[in-house]
């Protein structure tokens, strides 16, 4: 891959050479970034390297993202930081067809397997895909890499892919399988993938049917997911899975200005009974929605969710929860109003404890879409028969034109989810010359509640366009 670097590095020279006898489109910048807090502060660099040429039927575009980052603590630099370019892309595109080399995407060949970012190359060519390089996945706080290699035959209402995925421990490889059936105004998708882990003879595998249909009185989607227990051992990094499956059904109606929605859902794990313990949940919500002529959209939603667990020795109900929630709303150009009610029990049939949750919320929202925004936030919320938990957020933004030059904004922020914190920020941005532009912005925090003193951030902007 530092091959590629290099090389990208050489063509964007040649490009930037090029491009200074005006053969190439630039969209190039330069950034330098000053934040300077109390006892903190950053100086950090950006430079984008973005440019793109057409030639004939073939676009040509190049892009290179550049970055360093000082830190400095009481006056002293911390770290002694170098140019990061790990964020590079060539593209060479003709109509639909496209071949990527760098930091790209590796194509999703089923919905059971997550979307990656690809360093490597990408080739469309009418209906192939083909990939090949490293594939970064983040899982929390982790980053996973794994050598990945892939094909995908799109016929139109049909596809077939290939992926093999390598990492130090073992290689899996998945074959995907989609088609796609009309008939009277009815959808049907159906997804079958097949897993394979070669270092533990592992096979599993994984089905999506999906139905969405359009009727005379109402229409409805289908949906279910099925993954077999071998098929989520190969998937997991640690060869262990139990397999589950969901099913959901949702419909929908309309007479006049009224629209009714409905859903019900239900999943279960641990098909293999491997596990002590099975997870069952059951779902249900309806919504009317009525759309006035001269106002906006008045919403009602009811919903409900009852999750069991049951150990699977003897089938014993070890922990229950229900969970009802109530929704009116109101939303039009500007305005939207949001009243959320939410009631949830719990039952721990082993210990005999029983915990019951309320909660209310409430959301008020104007914007202007012009150049003002307010914004309230209002919860409150008891915990078994504990005292009432009440947090708040007020924010406004406004920003303002002063000349033709010069621009303000503002950004007020009032809340007390932890302690009550008065936050205000507020900028002016300053474009001179035709590539140049500076920003100064000046961030205060003041908590109410501790004392007199008042949090100073100042953060000073500096583009250059070329």
Do not use: C
């Not at 290179?64 to 630099?77: C, I, P």
């Not at 995925?165 to 088609?179: G, I, L, V």
């Not at 919860?379 to 303000?408: A, C, G, H, T, W």
């Amino acid at each position: 891959m530092f091959k590629i670097r290099y090389s990208l590095l050489i063509f964007l020279f040649i490009l930037i050479a090029y491009n200074s006898n005006g053969q190439a489109n630039s969209d190039s910048y330069y950034k330098l970034q000053l934040d300077i807090g109390e006892y903190n502060s950053e100086i950090k660099e950006y430079l984008d390297l973005d440019y793109d040429y057409d030639f004939g039927l073939y676009n040509l575009a190049l892009n290179l993202d550049l970055n360093k980052k000082y830190v400095f603590s009481s006056g002293l630099v911390i770290n002694e930081p170098k140019w990061d370019y790990d964020d590079y892309l060539i593209t060479l595109e003709n109509n639909s067809d496209k071949l990527d080399i760098g930091i790209t995407s590796a194509p999703v060949i089923s919905e059971f397997l997550a979307s990656d970012s690809l360093e490597g190359v990408y080739l469309k060519k009418g209906k192939y895909e083909l990939w090949h390089g490293y594939a970064r996945t983040s899982t929390g706080f982790r980053i996973d890499s794994r050598k990945q290699s892939g094909i995908n035959i799109d016929f139109g209402d049909r596809e077939l892919a290939y992926l093999k995925s390598d990492d130090s421990n073992e290689a899996n490889q998945y074959f995907s399988y989609s088609d796609n059936y009309e008939w009277n105004h009815t959808d049907l998708d159906i997804e079958t993938t097949l897993g394979m882990s070669n270092d533990d003879d592992l096979r599993g595998l994984a089905t999506a049917i999906n139905i969405d249909s359009i009727g005379n009185l109402f229409n409805y989607y289908l949906s279910l997911d099925y993954q077999s227990p071998q098929f989520q051992a190969v998937k997991s990094s640690i060869d262990y899975g139990h397999g589950k499956y969901d099913l959901q059904l949702r419909s929908y109606r309309s007479w006049g200005p009224y629209l009714m929605e409905g859903s019900l859902a239900y999943n279960q794990d641990n098909l293999d009974k491997e596990k002590t313990s099975t997870n069952k949940n059951l779902s249900s919500g309806v919504e009317l929605n009525y759309y006035s002529d001269y106002t906006g959209i008045y919403t009602v939603a009811v919903s409900y969710n009852r999750n069991n667990k049951y150990l699977v020795k003897n089938s014993y109900n070890t922990r229950r929860e229900n969970e009802i929630n109530l929704k009116l709303g109101y939303e039009d150009i500007h305005w939207e109003y949001n009243l959320g009610v939410n009631y949830n029990k719990r039952y721990n049939f082993i210990t005999g404890s029983n915990i019951s949750e309320k909660e209310m919320s409430l959301a008020l929202i104007y914007d202007s879409f012009d150049n003002f925004k307010f914004t309230l936030r209002y919860n409150i919320e008891r915990e078994r028969d504990d005292d009432l938990e009440k947090d708040f957020s007020l924010n406004v933004d406004y920003d303002y034109q002063l000349f033709e030059n010069l621009d303000y904004d503002l950004d007020l922020t009032l809340d007390d989810q932890y302690s009550l914190r008065l936050n205000l920020e507020q900028g002016i941005g300053y474009k001179f010359a035709k590539n140049h532009d500076l920003k100064l912005r000046l961030g205060l925090i003041k908590y109410l509640e501790y004392g007199d003193h008042i949090s100073k951030k100042l953060i000073i902007n500096y583009k250059y366009n070329f």
